[in-house]
Every structure is written in structure tokens, then in C-alpha cells.
């Protein structure tokens, strides 16, 4: 059975978490508390992140970029006005998480920690080009999303760092999509697509989940796609460049040969999706 | 014996003292030390919906949360909730379109299904399917509650 502390500051968790060898940080337990529940972990000590003002909310910064507190939950971040235009792939990927009640309970910080390859936030965040900011016992630093998940459930993370914020560059007005293909509702991603369109709709930036350890993004294709987005042929090889870089696995959610068929299909879909934004706008 | 812990709680507008071991779920808590029964314990992993109870007004999940994180909140289970006219609309449809059978999702469910009527008092049927879709059923096929809910928000719009 574990002991819960609650920290009033991002420097007491850190020496909370140097101090006990067995602790973990605690967001919203909708993973960590299941996991617990299973037998999987048995930390002796959860350090209950609940109380820690900066890790909250969602703030603009002076330059119009964009700060979200590690312990924002889901249904904060489905529902806010700041993320538009590049940005509001991520608002609707955070909508597309589970179902109302795990929306409730689970935070930014924790799904980016837990780094799911199948979680919908690390494709939409890819494709935004976030940075993290994380606090550990050698001081604060800041990781860049495209270097950060290094393996299967592996990232940049040291022991004992804790993730405070995640930043986002200031919006631009272009449109942004999320699209998740999952068994039913609620289930996570069996593949999905985080694209944006440049301002000036030439190019376009795209992300692949769940098809590999870590979202799949490819900004060499993506600078040779730029000025081509109407032909076919030219979408269809920037595609077939994302699928060289899967290493899909073979699980209940589908085979990994079906995987690799979604990918060309999420891209040109979610593409003539947006498209129709842009004429529409 | 794992050793107990002493928590004060809010539950469904009382002030509650309780025992309970160190680390221990809202759910552990609720079922063992204080016999509040309404939320079942289904899978324990957060995906059935079973133990679904409202902190602060907002549905979440008994097995996912700590009892120690509780303190200072407000905690509602299906025993608190009989005045609450919306909820008594709700579970009166349910009984009269069979959309209860052997009850042990039917807390969850209501609690959602509540939640769903404060948000959107007209929702479509395809709406409330998705609103419901983190509550599993294993008797009903859904069909008889997605009706008791479409049918409370119609009598509750009159
Ligand atoms: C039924 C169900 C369905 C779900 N479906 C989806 C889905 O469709 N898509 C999806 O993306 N996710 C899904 N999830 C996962 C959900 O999004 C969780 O919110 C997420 O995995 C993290 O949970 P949490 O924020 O509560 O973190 P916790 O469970 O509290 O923590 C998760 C892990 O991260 C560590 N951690 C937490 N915060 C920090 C931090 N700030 N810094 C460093 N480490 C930290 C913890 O120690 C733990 O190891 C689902 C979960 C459930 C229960
Ligand atoms: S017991 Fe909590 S969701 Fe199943
Ligand atoms: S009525 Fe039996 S599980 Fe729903």
C-alpha cells in the first residue's frame, strides 16, 4: 500500500521523488492508479501532483505562445479557446480521449509521461512542434517533443524528473485536424493522423500515431511535399516516406499490415478534410 | 493488516471520518469502511464505468482515485442523489423501459447519463450512446437505457 504526500511546490515533489527510491509521481491515476490496481506497479510512495499551483493551466505568454500546465486534464483542454487555427489539432485530440468521465481525471503531463504509442496527445503534439519543460534533481530543462519518446514506452525522461508544462508556439491562422480510427468510442487509437496546413497552404505538417513506439513525422518529406499538395501522386509518396518509418505492432486493436494500409489513407482523408476547411473559410 | 489511515470526507453533503489503508481507492474506501454500495467494482481499471461517482459536481472514477486525494472535496454517490429531480426523471424512465436488469451498471450509468442532460438537455440518440459509452453493460444491449434517457430529457423539457 502506498503513501500519498502532496507538495505544494514543483521543488518538494522533485526531492520527494530523490528522497524514496520506489515513489512516483501521481497526476490523475487514471493510468497509474489501474496499474496499481493490476499488480503492475508498487510504488511505496505516490507524489500526488493535485496541489502544485504551476503545474496548473493554460496560459498565453507575451509572444502569443502557448503554456499548458502539466495537470491540465483533458476536458480542459477539449474545451479551450485558445487553441485554434495550427493548434486545434491538439483541442481535438484531447475531445477524442476515452469518454467524458477519463477526460475528467486524466492530465497532459501524465499521457505524455506514460508515453502510450497508442495515446492521442504525442501524435498531435508532434505535429505542433512542442517543447517540454521538466524539472528534475540537476534543475529545469527544456525537450523537444521530436526527441523525447526514444523507445517502447522510453523517453528523454531522467529518473527522478518530473514534467511542469508543455509549450506550444503561438497559433497561426491555418487549419488543423485530428483524425482516430479505433474499434469503438473511447478505445485508444489503432492509427491516427495529426495534420496542419501551412498559412499559406502550400505544405503541410503531419504526424502518424500508433503506428511505431513514438509519433511518426517526417519534415525532409514534408519540405519535398511542399508546393504539391494537389497531386496525388506526390501525397501518396510523402505517405509512403511516413510508412517506411512505422514499426507497427501486431495487437487486438489490428495486424500491423493493416496499420501500414491506414497510413496512406489517414493522410489523403484528413488532407481533403482540411482542405475543405481552407474553402470553406 | 495494512495500517489505516484517517480521512475526513465530504460524502454526499456529510462530514465523514474514516479509516482506511494507506493509498487506498475512493472505491475501497466507499465499499469496505463505509458500506456506501451504489458504486460497483466491475474491472478496477477505470474502463467499465461501474464505480462512477461525481467529485465536485464532475463524474469520475471510484477505482482510479485515491481516497487521500478526496479530502477537502465534495464526494456524491447514487445514495446522495435521490432529491435531485433530474436524476429521480432519469432512474423512473429506466425502470419503466427495462433498462435496468440485474442493476450493477445502472449507478454508473445514471451518473453519466446525468451528467449528458446537464450539457445538452435535448441530446440525440447518437449522442447519448457516446456519453454512455465508457458504462458497460452486460444484460441490457443498451437499447432500453439509450430510450429511458432520450425519454427523460423529453419529459424533462416539458
Ligand atoms: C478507460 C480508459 C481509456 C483511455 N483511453 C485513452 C485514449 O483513447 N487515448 C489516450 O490518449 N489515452 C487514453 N487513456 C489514458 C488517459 O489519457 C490517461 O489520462 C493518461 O494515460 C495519463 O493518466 P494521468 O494523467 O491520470 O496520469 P497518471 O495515471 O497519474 O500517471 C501516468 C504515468 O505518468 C507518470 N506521471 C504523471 N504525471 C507526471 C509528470 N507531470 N511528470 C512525470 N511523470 C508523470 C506517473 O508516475 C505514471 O507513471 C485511457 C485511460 C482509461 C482509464
Ligand atoms: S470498476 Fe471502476 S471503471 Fe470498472
Ligand atoms: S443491468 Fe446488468 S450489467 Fe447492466
Known sequence: MSVVLSPGSVEDAVAMLAEHAEAMPLAGGATLVAMRNAG?????????????????????????????????????????????????????????????????????????????????????????????????????????????????????????????????????????????????????????????????????????????????RDRDAEAVLRGRLDDPEAVLDFAACLAALADPLDDVRGSAEYRLRLIPRLITSVLSEIALQTEVA | MSKKILHSLNLNGEEVEVATPAGATLLETMREDLRILSAKRGCNQGVCGACTVLIDGKPVRACLTLTARCEGHAVQTMEGMGGDRVMATLQRHMVESGGVQCGFCTSGILISARELLEEDPAPSRAAVKTALSGNICRCTGYRTIVDAVCSAAEELAQ
Not at chain 1, 521538466?134 to 526527441?147: F, L
Open chain 1, 40 to 216: 503492475l506497479v508498487e510504488p511505496t510512495h505516490l507524489i500526488n501532483l493535485d496541489c502544485i499551483a504551476e503545474l496548473r493551466g493554460i496560459e498565453r505568454d507575451t509572444t502569443g505562445g502557448i503554456r499548458i500546465g502539466a495537470m491540465t486534464r483533458h476536458c480542459d483542454t477539449a474545451a479551450c479557446n485558445d487553441l485554434t487555427g495550427s493548434l486545434l489539432v491538439l483541442r481535438r485530440a484531447a475531445g477524442m480521449i476515452a469518454n467524458r468521465v477519463v477526460r475528467n481525471m486524466g492530465t497532459m503531463g501524465g499521457s505524455v509521461a506514460n508515453a502510450d504509442p497508442a495515446a492521442d496527445y504525442l501524435p498531435a503534439l508532434a505535429c505542433c512542434d512542442a517543447v517540454l519543460e521538466v524539472a528534475g534533481p540537476e534543475g529545469r530543462r527544456k525537450i523537444s517533443i521530436h526527441d523525447y519518446v526514444q523507445g517502447w514506452y522510453e523517453t528523454a525522461l531522467e529518473q527522478g524528473e518530473i514534467i511542469t508544462a508543455i509549450t506550444l508556439p503561438a497559433p497561426v491562422a491555418a487549419p488543423s485536424a485530428y483524425r482516430k480510427i479505433a474499434r469503438v468510442t473511447g478505445d485508444y487509437a489503432t492509427a491516427s493522423c495529426a495534420m496542419a496546413l501551412d498559412p499559406d497552404g502550400k505544405g503541410l505538417r503531419a504526424a502518424i500515431g500508433a503506428c511505431g513506439p513514438g509519433p511518426l
